[in-house]
């Protein structure tokens, strides 16, 4: 099932025996969880009613035993076993989820990844329960999730503020949430949050950001790239050497595509490659600046960086130092 499919259910009380819940996301894990934590039991219920394991601790005939006695002044009990992926002989729940108790609601949180999809035990999953399987968002479904989390919030965000948070944050859902809730504790609804939003809030550089620094690289600025570097240099935790490396395969990633897209107006083009089209001018600045052989000059460098930052085919510099080299080379491209 979908995640909206199984809040749906949730709140409209029709409940399953128990949810599996797994995957690489952890923020839609961490909220359904959450909703059941909330608002399956009311507080007195609770007390008697609410157990949670952690798989390193936890021990499956407890489990099973947890979740095979009956609740105390209140029709469902609520069971949770969180980091099931640490957990030792998971497996063995298996005579449980064969006759699941229906007064018991089990929650199965099983992160980093998806389990072994062949075995019983995922498949009396399927059949008795509900599972849903969380997968990173790729850029266009992240900015798409974005949008919706604040306006169900009663926000707009513009395009420019979006981009800076995606940058700021990566592809992690989570963070984002956390980055976005600072903002909500500052403005209020109804508002639209603007890029001077997310520098004030966020603690983002409104010179110095992973926005400025591909602006800096499409338009061959070396001054202003080696700039923007040297801030990295000197915070560290702003711009990891990895986080770089990734936006800059996908900022060219798409600036190829403007060289190799057939002609047609602005906007179809931003829709067809997926950016704001407030940055038009910026990636087509890039395309022009490059050209074909140059744009794909500066993937195969991206990438031979990429390499060269987790110690394959370098000598051992994968710090800022190696950015301004890969800087120095894609100004040479083209």
Request: charged residues 25%; glycine residues 8%.
């Amino acid at each position: 099932m979908t995640y909206a499919g199984i809040l749906e259910e949730l709140k409209e009380g029709r409940f399953k025996p128990f949810y599996w819940l797994e995957g690489e996301e952890d923020y839609p894990i961490d909220q359904l969880t959450g909703w059941l934590e909330e608002n399956l039991l009311d507080p007195t219920e609770k007390e008697f009613n609410f157990t949670v394991f952690y798989g390193k601790d936890a021990d499956w005939a407890q489990v099973i035993n947890a979740c095979r006695s009956y609740p105390m002044f209140s029709e469902r009990q609520l069971v949770i076993l969180k980091e099931a992926q640490t957990m030792k002989d998971l497996e063995k729940l298996e005579p449980y989820f064969e006759k699941p108790l229906s007064s018991t609601i089990l929650v199965v949180c099983h992160k980093w990844g998806k389990y072994d999809g062949r075995t019983r035990l995922s498949r009396l999953a399927r059949e008795h329960g509900s599972v849903l399987t969380t997968k990173k968002l790729d850029e266009r479904q992240l900015q798409a999730w974005v949008l919706e989390y604040f306006t169900s919030k009663d926000y707009r965000i513009g395009p420019k503020a979006l981009s800076l948070l995606i940058e700021h944050t990566g592809n992690e859902m989570s963070r984002i949430a956390n980055e976005g809730a600072k903002l909500l504790l500052n403005l209020k609804p109804g508002i639209e949050i603007s890029d001077q939003h997310i520098q004030d809030y966020i603690g983002i550089s409104k010179e110095y950001n992973v926005f400025e620094l591909q602006k800096a690289l499409g338009a061959k600025d070396l001054l202003g790239s080696m700039k923007i570097l040297h801030y990295f240099e000197g915070n560290p935790k702003v711009a990891p050497v990895q986080m770089l490396l990734t936006l800059l395969f996908s900022y060219f990633s798409k600036v190829y595509q403007i060289n190799h897209t057939p002609p047609m107006d602005e906007y179809a083009l931003c829709k067809a490659i997926g950016i704001p089209q407030f940055f038009y001018r910026d990636y087509a600045t890039a395309s022009r600046k490059y050209g074909k052989k140059g744009t794909e000059k500066a993937l195969l460098l991206i990438h031979e960086y990429n390499l060269k930052s987790i110690g394959i085919g370098g000598d051992g510099n994968n710090g800022p130092g190696l950015m301004k080299e890969l800087v120095y080379h894609l100004m040479q491209a083209g």
